[in-house]
């Protein structure tokens, strides 16, 4: 018979919760919408629009997180590497939070010191009809390339290292839209 500690079995736990994700909130069955990234505005934590056109010619890495999230907390500093390496080659990672108490996110967001930009979902984002489909477990991140097109979906914290390879791949491939 094993006999664990407190903290082996808190260590055990937080590996599980890390491998699994935080399941999202989803409660309402719709179709998927057929809108384009690019087409969607919304909000950024300070209520001023943030259209998404002005994302066409980079390579975006969508990112949903939420403040209750545990792999969350693990991922972000990940993505705030990458966003850092690759920002100077048209490479923007973009946070939509899923909270819906936004008094919540300004401390979170300047305690990660979160330095890309973080918009909050709207209802298209949490009832499912938006271009990203059901969140049913976060963290989860979308890989868009230079023309808008989905390339990888990212589930938990655990396949980072994938992400930065097609990152990598993305950024060095000088493609032109039509």
Same mark, same amino acid.
């Given at each position: 018979?094993?006999?664990? %500690?407190?903290? %082996?079995?808190?260590?055990?736990? /937080?590996?599980?919760?890390? @491998?699994?994700?935080?399941?999202?909130?989803?409660?309402?069955?719709?179709?998927?919408?057929?809108? %384009?990234?690019?087409?969607?505005?919304?909000?950024?934590?300070?209520?001023?629009?943030? &259209?998404?056109? +002005?994302?066409? =010619?980079?390579?975006?890495?969508?990112? *949903?997180?939420?403040?209750?999230?545990? &792999?969350?907390?693990?991922?972000?500093? @990940?993505?705030?590497?990458? #966003?850092?390496?690759?920002?100077?080659?048209? *490479? /923007?990672?973009? =946070?939509?939070? /899923?909270?819906? @108490?936004? @008094?919540?996110?300004?401390?979170?967001? +300047? #305690?990660?010191?979160?330095?890309? &930009?973080?918009?909050?979902?709207?209802?298209?984002?949490?009832?499912?009809?938006?271009? *990203? =489909?059901?969140?049913?477990?976060? &963290?989860?991140?979308?890989?868009?390339?230079?023309?808008?097109?989905?390339?990888?979906?990212?589930?938990?914290? +655990?396949?980072?290292?994938?992400?930065?390879?097609?990152?990598?791949?993305?950024?060095?491939?000088?493609?032109?839209?039509?």
């Amino acid at each position: 018979m094993i006999r664990w %500690s407190r903290y %082996s079995l808190m260590v055990w736990l /937080l590996v599980l919760v890390v @491998q699994a994700g935080c399941p999202a909130k989803q409660q309402v069955k719709e179709p998927k919408a057929k809108a %384009s990234l690019y087409s969607m505005t919304l909000a950024q934590i300070d209520n001023v629009d943030y &259209p998404l056109s +002005t994302l066409r =010619g980079k390579v975006v890495l969508v990112d *949903f997180f939420a403040s209750f999230c545990t &792999p969350c907390l693990v991922i972000i500093p @990940q993505l705030k590497k990458l #966003y850092k390496n690759y920002k100077k080659q048209n *490479f /923007l990672v973009l =946070g939509i939070a /899923l909270d819906r @108490q936004m @008094q919540i996110l300004v401390p979170y967001i +300047t #305690y990660l010191r979160i330095d890309y &930009p973080v918009l909050v979902a709207d209802e298209n984002i949490h009832r499912g009809t938006s271009i *990203f =489909g059901k969140i049913r477990q976060i &963290p989860k991140a979308v890989l868009f390339d230079r023309c808008g097109r989905v390339v990888g979906v990212y589930h938990g914290a +655990t396949n980072v290292d994938q992400m930065r390879r097609d990152v990598v791949l993305l950024v060095k491939k000088k493609e032109i839209c039509r």
